[in-house]
């Protein structure tokens, strides 16, 4: 019986760690998808700079545009910022103990917090556009954008953090049961 439940957690393990491996691959494209974004953002910014002090053009569109790639860049970037360890974190205890210790820490972190928080805002945020949606919302500035799309960001871009926060979990079950190694670099790789 015992050889049983076994073989059914190293069963579901590997399947946890498989649906890891997509949510990697997942926030990975979407990632490298959002560095583009940047350059798009960067250029907005040039052209629409050069436009209003050097023909002295103005308009909120190109502003508001601006604002929303910037935005779209962090929402949409959180889970490959996760993934890759990139997220700001107080380092003076962590990053002093065994890697053992910091899995533990990361999947008690990952399960009481991260979870939590990044699946309100997700939930939240639907509501958030969901209603901006229906009204078909648009900037109160003259000349701006509807504001649904980038609101639409927000569910989507928490939800792929609460997923990658997922993944990050099933890494550190994996790590800990001695399926993956004690290394943030070689989970990465190995999922």
Do not use: C
């Not at 990975?28 to 560095?35: H, L, N, P």
């Not at 910091?102 to 939240?124: H, K, N, R, Y």
């Not at 049961?177 to 670099?185: I, K, N, V, W």
């Amino acid at each position: 019986m015992r050889g049983l439940l076994a073989l059914g957690l190293q069963f579901a393990l590997q399947f946890a760690l498989q649906f890891a491996r997509a949510i990697d691959a997942l926030n990975e494209a979407i990632g490298r998808g959002v560095k583009w974004l940047v350059l798009i953002a960067t250029l907005v910014s040039a052209v629409n700079a050069s436009l209003r002090y050097g023909f002295d053009l103005s308009s909120n569109a190109w502003l508001e545009l601006q604002w929303y790639l910037f935005a779209l860049i962090f929402l949409l970037g959180a889970g490959y910022t996760l993934k890759h360890n990139g997220h700001v974190r107080i380092d003076v205890i962590y990053g002093r103990l065994s890697t053992r210790a910091q899995a533990w820490i990361d999947l008690f972190g990952s399960l009481l917090f991260l979870l939590p928080v990044t699946g309100l805002m997700a939930w939240m945020g639907w509501s958030v556009f969901s209603e901006s949606w229906a009204i078909q919302e648009h900037s109160p500035d003259s000349g701006g954008l509807l504001r649904w799309p980038v609101k639409l960001a927000l569910p989507i871009g928490f939800g792929l953090l609460f997923l990658q926060g997922i993944s990050e979990i099933f890494k550190r079950i994996g790590m800990l049961a001695g399926q993956l190694p004690f290394t943030r670099e070689a989970a990465e790789e190995v999922v």
